[in-house]
């Protein structure tokens, strides 16, 4: 169990003030998540190891993908603004 002299340390710690109810209360809900955490300590732990084969790295080829001339053209189109195969957009790096 957790004393009160450990919980006005940790108040003190916290820089907050807190009555003698608060400390109580606070001391059997510390009391309450400790004894929690010591259940799942003690809960088993299956032995979990992947089988062989089950875990793969998946890679494709790093190669540049290609579009068709018509492809780039509709996609050209749908831009607000362009200069010739290119989308034009606004200046945004100011050169001092």
Same mark, same amino acid.
């Given at each position: ?35 929690? #955490? ?16 089950? #875990? ?30 290119? #989308?034009? #957009? ?7």
């Amino acid at each position: 169990m957790i004393s009160e002299k450990e919980i006005e340390n940790l108040a003190n710690l916290a820089r907050i003030n807190l009555s003698a109810d608060e400390k109580k209360k606070l001391a059997h809900d510390i009391d309450g998540i400790l004894a929690y #955490v010591d259940q799942i300590k003690s809960a088993p732990i299956p032995d979990l190891k992947p089988e062989p084969g089950a #875990v793969k790295n998946v890679m494709r080829d790093d190669t540049a993908q290609t579009t068709s001339a018509e492809d780039r053209e509709a996609l050209l189109n749908e831009a607000p603004k362009r200069e010739g195969d290119y #989308v034009a #957009v606004k200046k945004i790096i100011a050169q001092d």
